[in-house]
């Protein structure tokens, strides 16, 4: 606490009147960055464009999107945080892109969890691949291009069906 504190310019105690802990500091960063990738998916003009902004955040921001991942489930949905009184939160990003999906598919909210899921997935994957080096720097043009393809074709677009 007194490591943020002193990076925050400020006093430990004004860190504790804000934060109980180290637990309830990454709560808030995680929530600032779900917040952030939910407002780039929502203002996506398409579903298509909604993954390409996910991924770009991803790849832009890549200490916090791996941190949100790591602590996620230890911080909102484990027993000890259900014990620590912590409500489990929504997925906004998650949210932004099923309104997305009703809006070029149809339906309700709801109707195309599996092809939500398996967008997801794909984003996350790529993101993940990417960060980690695993896609080497001089793949990365091709590994996009096939990224694009994917999620066009999961769309239902260039021949592809759309899942439902």
Not at 32 to 61: I, N, P, Q, T, W
């Amino acid at each position: 606490m007194r490591a943020v504190a002193k990076a925050a310019g400020t006093n430990t105690p004004s860190v504790y009147r804000r934060f109980r802990d180290r637990d309830d500091i990454l709560r808030g960063l995680l929530q600032r960055v779900r917040l952030e990738m939910a407002a780039l998916v929502k203002g996506a003009a398409s579903a298509e464009e909604g993954c390409e902004r996910y991924l770009d955040f991803a790849l832009s921001h890549p200490r916090e999107y791996e941190l949100s991942f790591r602590h996620e489930h230890d911080l909102f949905r484990s027993a000890r945080s259900k014990r620590a009184g912590m409500k489990p939160v929504g997925r906004p990003s998650r949210e932004a892109m099923q309104r997305k999906l009703t809006e070029k598919l149809g339906g309700k909210a709801g109707d195309h969890e599996d092809l939500l899921t398996a967008l997801w997935m794909v984003v996350h994957g790529a993101a993940m691949l990417m960060i980690e080096r695993l896609i080497l720097p001089e793949e990365e043009a091709q590994a996009r291009k096939v990224f694009t393809e994917t999620v066009a074709a999961l769309l239902g677009q260039d021949g592809g069906v759309a899942a439902s």
